[in-house]
């Protein structure tokens, strides 16, 4: 095994392992196990596990457009509806793990120290880039929709309602809860839409 595919596996693996176990509750050793590499690669490419998470999270924010936003614009040629066809996305894969699903960079979120600013700084960074890329498309939209309406805070509560939608439907292990919040977004911005005549 290469230097570089060993730094792949590791950051692979703990990508993985935080988002299924959460960050705190994976040890560095259940990394080494997952990504069939010894504790001297790892501490080769990372001096700690926080160094693994940063990496991790550059992950994350690296390939958002190639996994998350990039498909849904390819297949959905209405920017609104661009906008459920990503919410569709986390539905699916809540689906498809019996709700056990969450949103990683949420999860990670909750768990970051106070006094970690460069952590937190990248959490922010992908939160960032996913409401740009959900504020891009309400900005195309922009004149179907009513006077005075804001794309940045609109992309913002889109984040939020999905956010909320996964956590309760991974409490409650119900996809009811993340349907109703979607079925409420999406009346929003029926209200938000121009009338035609």
């Known amino acids: 095994m290469t230097q570089p595919d060993s730094r792949d596996r590791l950051v692979d693996s703990a990508l993985y392992l935080f988002w299924k176990q959460g960050y ?15 504790a001297g ?3 080769y490419f990372f001096k700690t596990k926080r160094a693994l ?9 690296a390939t958002l457009d190639a996994i998350v936003i990039g498909p849904v614009a390819e297949r959905t040629p209405d920017p609104i509806e661009r906008i459920f066809g990503v919410l569709a996305f986390y ?9 056990t699903y969450g949103c990683p960079i949420g999860r990670l979120a909750l768990e970051i120290a106070d ?23 309400i900005r195309k939209a922009r ?7 804001d794309p940045a805070a609109l992309a913002q509560f889109v984040l939020t309602i999905m956010e909320g939608a996964v956590i309760q439907a991974r ?5 009811a809860y993340f349907d109703i919040s979607v079925r409420q977004l999406r009346r929003h911005f029926q209200f938000m839409l121009r009338t035609t005549r």
């Open 24 to 38: 705190q509750a994976t040890p560095v050793s259940d990394i080494l196990a997952h990504a069939g590499v010894n």
């Open 41 to 43: 690669s790892l501490y």
């Open 143 to 149: 004149r179907r929709l009513v006077a005075g309406a």
């Open 53 to 61: 998470l940063r990496a991790v999270l550059e992950r994350y924010l």
């Open 91 to 99: 539905r699916q894969n809540l689906v498809a793990t019996q709700c």
């Open 171 to 175: 409490t409650h292990r119900d996809i």
């Open 115 to 137: 006094d970690d600013a460069e952590v937190r700084a990248l959490v922010a960074a992908n939160f960032a880039a996913w409401t740009a890329a959900i504020e891009s498309w």
